[in-house]
């Protein structure tokens, strides 16, 4: 199974697309996990550092090569998640 999705992800990228992917999905399944503890400026703090780290990943990823606009997406989509979850939870919180 692990080389049918290694040959899935050549062409994007190949072994870094698929830990980006597991790394997005297990940061967000954690990030939901602790979102009910954390203060409104915390929640807010989180949403800053996931837009800066998917913004410049997806520069970096662009400037790389076309290849590699796969893993630009995954990080813009990773960043909108995270401030999509998050803002919801601060606009519960108030």
């Known amino acids: 199974m692990l080389e049918n999705l290694r040959s899935f992800a050549q062409p ?4 870094l697309f698929l830990l980006l992917i ?3 999905v297990v940061s967000l399944a954690a990030l939901v996990g602790i979102r ?5 400026q915390q929640l807010r703090r989180v949403i800053r550092v996931a837009a800066l780290v998917a913004l410049l990943g ?3 990823a662009m400037q790389i090569g076309s290849a590699y606009y ?3 997406g ?5 960043g ?3 401030g999509i979850i998050f803002g919801r939870e601060i606009g ?3």
């Open 92 to 94: 519960s919180k108030r």
């Open 80 to 82: 909108v998640l995270v």
């Open 58 to 60: 997806s520069v970096f």
């Open 36 to 40: 009910k503890r954390l203060q409104v």
């Open 70 to 72: 796969a893993i630009a």
């Open 12 to 15: 994007y990228g190949g072994d």
């Open 74 to 78: 995954v990080l813009l989509a990773w």
């Open 22 to 24: 597991a790394l997005a």
